[in-house]
């Protein structure tokens, strides 16, 4: 079964989990031999931008160890096979340019994306 | 400045969203600037404070247990309740008591107490303002 997750919600709970939850459980997945593949749209496009940097949440003495680098988790799900598509109006609508992503992420526009349904057995929007 | 008492109340569940850093963040600005803060933990908030919140291994980050060092929110709100102290100013965690048993979570962190919703009233009452950062 080929299963593409489709993530919109972006930053959701990044800082307690360290991570986006839903690319984290698509790396998870993948890791495990399913075929599964990630969507970004509407303001998780952002987290293809390479050059964005998470500072560590502190709360009083307690000081974050690991905050949350989705671009790097990305860019890992790539390394990995995983193929991660990006809404391109999005990006243009939030002033983010290619130059400014990580590696090997595909550009599609929104009226690719029945096209792009079609490859999958399920998808998932998250 | 002169000392304000301030009520936040709470309404995300530890793990869901992004608003329960925020509201963290918030009351420990409070706290450092030397205001009293008062906490409503209501529905999923009530289990920020549940002590077997527990740190795991990640194996999709390719680290240990103790590498992750996964964040709990129990031990921010145990960090913001020694920097009350430590600031001397209070901070008044209430949790939902209903709520609590909804979902099983009343084995607490120390220093946070039961209440309900006259609690809430009455904190919001005796405070300078009060701020809901509610479920969306």
């Not at chain 1, 986006?20 to 495990?32: M, Q």
Request: aromatic share 8%; charged share 25%; net charge negative.
């Amino acid at each position: 079964m080929k299963a593409l997750n489709v993530v919109s919600c972006a930053y959701r709970a990044t800082s307690e989990e360290q991570d986006d939850t839903i690319v984290w459980l698509a790396g998870t997945l993948r890791n495990g031999g399913a075929d599964v593949e990630l969507l970004l749209r509407g303001n998780s496009v952002n987290y293809c931008v390479a050059a964005q940097r998470s500072v560590p949440v502190e709360i009083g003495a307690s000081v974050q160890r690991n905050p949350p680098d989705p671009a790097g988790d990305l860019t890992r799900f790539i390394a990995k096979g995983g193929r991660v598509y990006v809404i391109a109006e999005d990006l243009a609508a939030r002033g983010i340019i290619a130059p400014d992503l990580i590696p090997d992420v595909q550009l599609l526009g929104r009226g690719a994306l029945p096209a792009l349904y079609e490859r999958y057995d399920r998808v998932w929007s998250w | 400045m002169k000392r304000k008492s301030l009520t936040f109340a709470l309404m995300d569940a530890p793990f869901e969203s992004a608003r329960t850093v925020t509201a963290i963040r918030l009351i420990e600005l409070s706290l450092r600037r030397g205001h009293d803060v008062n906490v409503f933990a209501y529905e999923g908030a009530a289990a920020l404070t549940f002590s077997r919140q527990s740190q795991h291994p990640n194996a999709t980050h390719g680290r240990t247990l103790e590498e992750e060092d996964h964040p709990l929110t129990h031990r921010w709100v145990a960090a913001l309740l020694e920097l009350a102290a430590a600031n001397d100013v209070k901070l008044d965690w209430v949790n939902c008591g209903l709520c609590v048993d909804e979902r099983g979570v009343g084995e607490t962190i120390p220093g946070v107490r039961r209440g309900g919703p006259p609690d809430f009233f009455k904190l919001a009452l005796d405070s300078f303002n009060t701020l809901v950062i509610p479920t969306r």
